[in-house]
């Protein structure tokens, strides 16, 4: 446990003798951040030690992953620990059991168990009349919603939680020669239709675009004239020499 929520003496380092005999810690030693601290006990079978950090400061949150090894009395490692950046306030990082694979399943967890088995409690605790939100992980007030009634005539808004007065519409009667337009609410002019299915405006520009249509038929016309010339140069110098020579 890194992050104290209190005070630094909160830190702990909590090991777990998961063989059928006893260990002697004496002559070990727990090093971290390449320092050395010792250690002295003895861990029972399947039991825990927990060596509080009163003589050295785990960093709370890590930028990068911070390394916790122990060490034998020939300072051969005997366990590694990494605990990971995203440590948060009051939360401990424990190992919760094992996945289908045999690998350990290591979680940060609000219940703090120092000397015990450890439990996996994914949000903190609230104080009586607090929920958690489970998007924030913070405990919140829990406010009673009740079903509000509005009179006979009214609605509740669903934005503002009042209740607002039915509107009756009335249909709006529009003056001879104009009808009522709904999307605008307004009264507009009937126009009389004169018999045309469209528009008769003038169309302006469409000489132009004739000459334009024009000038490009001419120009395909041209370079196919130039294309046929080049490709048959010499036929077509041959028949020009054959009719000066008979002149």
């Known amino acids: 446990m890194s992050y104290y929520a209190e005070a630094q003496s909160e830190q702990f380092v909590e090991f777990y003798n998961a063989g059928t005999e006893q260990i002697l810690l004496d002559g070990c030693t727990l090093k971290y951040k390449n320092k050395i601290y010792p250690l002295s006990g003895i861990i029972k079978s399947e ?41 948060k306030k009051g939360v401990a990082y424990a190992m919760i059991g094992y996945d289908e694979k045999g690998e350990e399943l290591w979680h940060t967890t609000y219940a703090l168990t120092p000397g015990e088995p450890n439990i996996y409690q994914e949000y903190k605790t609230c104080e009586e009349g607090k929920v958690i939100n ?38 709006k009667i529009c003056k001879e020669g104009y009808y009522f337009y709904e999307p605008t609410g307004r009264c507009r002019e009937v126009i009389e239709n004169d018999g045309a299915d469209y528009n008769l405006n003038e169309e302006k520009g469409k000489e132009g675009s004739s000459f334009v249509a024009i000038y490009a038929v001419a120009g395909v016309v041209l370079v196919g004239l130039v294309y046929i010339t080049y490709e048959y140069r010499k036929e077509i110098k041959r028949i020009f020499k054959q009719i000066f020579r008979r002149k």
């Open 47 to 87: 039991g825990y030690f927990v060596r509080e950090a009163t003589d050295f400061k785990l960093t709370k949150n890590p930028t990068n992953s911070a390394i916790l090894e122990i060490l034998d009395v020939d300072n051969s490692v005997v366990d590694r620990l990494e605990y990971p950046n995203g440590q």
């Open 134 to 171: 489970k998007e924030t992980g913070n405990c919140v007030k829990v406010t009673e919603i009740v079903e509000k009634t509005c009179a006979v005539g009214q609605y509740l808004n669903p934005l503002t939680g009042r209740c607002k007065k039915i509107e009756v519409g009335e249909e």
